[in-house]
């Protein structure tokens, strides 16, 4: 579970961080990064749209999220803001694969930003 300082929490710094935040992408999401300073801690945000699916789905789709990104919190640099927008998909996704192309995208998306 992230806490609640590490969540991206207002639409504004959503659209912050989409619109300038460096991109990687994978078969199943696209990862936007900006960093800020090294005093601000790093935050993950998420955008499931109903593409995916129903609510259960969703929901269930941003539970498996926020479980991969309190796992790459340490690896994360400090002050950096990473939002996940989910393509449809995801949520056929095997758990080892999730956890392997989100890390993958985030550390292509954060080294660039």
Do not use: C, H
């Not at 690896?75 to 393509?87: A, D, E, F, Q």
């Amino acid at each position: 579970m992230l806490a609640r300082r590490n969540r991206v929490t207002s639409g504004a710094d959503y659209r912050t961080i989409v619109r300038r935040g460096r991109r990687a992408t994978t078969g199943t999401a696209v990862v936007y990064a900006t960093t800020a300073p090294v005093d601000s801690p790093t935050r993950f945000g998420f955008i499931v749209s109903k593409k995916v699916g129903n609510a259960v789905i969703r929901n269930t789709v941003r539970r498996r999220l926020k479980a991969v990104s309190a796992g790459l919190l340490p690896t994360v640099p400090t002050g950096s803001s990473v939002v996940i927008r989910v393509l449809p998909g995801m949520e056929q996704t095997a758990w080892d694969t999730l956890q392997g192309e989100i890390a993958s995208a985030v550390t292509r998306a954060v080294r660039t930003s």
